[in-house]
């Protein structure tokens, strides 16, 4: 279902939860912070458990980090980075007598995780009749979230005092209404970082190494890996010929000393950027109910699939200017087999400011 021309009448904000133990692989080729199917997902969960009482519908979800800690350590004497792995304990009978009688224990199964802090702003749309009724879905919503998972992990209660309560924000209808809420919304989610889509960035890359490729085939991945990874490239410092003062009289100078000096210097990109998983696309056709053995629900269709990847950025909330910018929504084209996350904080940015690549 698309949600994209969703218009909601008001805003669920869920703020500083703490996710303990988050996956941290959300794709074959990235690995970090949790993909936005992850929240999506978890919106719609929740959406499913509130409806029954409230009968609200969720459209759309705003994320906000505030802080990520992966799960990780160094090798001895080494300077790449692992994941840290915990020993589970024997569990299954022949395991057990496996472990009794040879002294092997079970196998690791190597895990990804990661504490996370953030902030998630749900649009929804239904109204209430009192103000109490409002504060009161956003205690429920908050009291029900407490007992889900979100991304794999499990959300713990904030430990901090201080800490803002879960909120109902209105939405009013009038533009210039919107304006001035999104402003006071913006430093609610204060100190952080907006997770937004960036695909006009990785075309206009794409565009770039394809002029510079001299006849060389690139394609989107060489674009995305060029922005995502780090650039060493040289850079000319001003020449430094001595002077005939300091040249010695019996030797010539050498044709080393008269070149430019080149310093390497890391490639600065147009701002945090990140690879992001945004979706799944289908590898398989679409395969009827129970058609397909050893799956995990038998009464809806199935079809094997593999994920998208585009360029995501990490911006600070002041810096949006309209509630599309920051929400995610759900994207479903049944006969192109796609299934995306999507942002429109590129379409918007563009339509402000024309000058943009």
Known sequence: MNKQAFKPTGLLLLPHLCVQNANAISSPLTWGFPSPSAFLGFVHALERRLSDQYGQVFGGVGIICHGFEAQTCKPNRRQHLIFAQSRNPVYLKNDAAKFINQGTPPAIVEEGRAHLEMSLVVAVHGGFQEAQEEQDFAD???????????????????????????????????????????????????????????????????????????????????????????????ARLSPETPSEGDLPTTQSTSPAQLLPKVEWRVEKHPGWLVPLPIGYASISPLYAAGEVAATRDDSTPFRFVESLYSLGQWIGPHRLSQLEQLLWHSSAELEAGLYRCVNRYSDTLAKTDPQLP
């Not at 800490?163 to 913006?186: S, Y």
Request: proline share 9%.
């Open 140 to 234: 429920a919503a908050y009291q029900t979230a407490l007992g889900m998972r979100l991304a794999g992990g499990c959300i713990l209660p904030a430990l901090a005092r201080r800490v803002p309560k879960p909120q109902w924000l209105p939405w009013p209808g009038v533009a210039a209404d919107q304006r001035r809420a999104f402003i006071h919304l913006r430093r609610r989610l204060l100190p952080g970082f907006a997770l937004v889509h960036r695909p006009d960035l990785l075309a206009g890359r794409l565009e770039k190494l394809k002029t510079e490729s001299d006849g060389i085939p690139v394609n989107v991945l060489d674009a995305l890996l060029d922005l995502t990874r780090l650039n060493h490239l040289p």
